[in-house]
């Protein structure tokens, strides 16, 4: 498994154990290029779910790829590793049970910034700019001012 960090591919498993009431396998991985800590999870797929891009364009729904902006973005922030694997398999169970198998992208980016505005204001603002490719920092200025993160609106 390629580390997220660095790009290395010689990544160990440090510890397997059964997740989410054993609908998943978590894996610990210790990368030993950069030092970098990860975690994966195998599970089943239990559907194919297909990204429609807003230019029309289709590609299969990759969790991996999901995983790794939002991991981007969360990037040294003081999020708990397993708080941010939550929400993932949250998104993604949210996604699945959505009951379409097409999904727009916009669909899935609004459902992480709502994900991320949760947990933590920075990742999400760096999502978001990413997400809607804010070029004028009074945009992003404005947007910024418009956030309005309530911690404890999580659970
Ligand atoms: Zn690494």
Known sequence: MRCPFCGNVDTQVKDSRPAEDHVAIRRR???SACGGRFTTYER???????????????????RDK???????????R??????????ISGIVRR?????????????????VMESLARIDTVAYVRFASVYKNFQAADDFDKFVSE?????????
């Open 29 to 31: 991985r210790f990368c």
């Open 44 to 62: 089943v797929q239990l559907r194919d779910l297909v990204v429609v891009k807003s230019n029309g364009r289709r590609e299969d729904f990759d």
């Open 66 to 76: 999901l995983e790794r902006s939002i991991r981007i973005a969360a990037q040294k």
């Open 78 to 87: 003081p999020i708990e590793p397993e708080r941010l694997d939550q929400m």
């Open 95 to 111: 996604l699945e049970s959505m009951g379409e198998t097409d999904i727009p992208s916009k669909t899935i980016g609004e459902i």
């Open 147 to 155: 956030l309005r993160p309530d911690p404890k609106a999580d659970e």
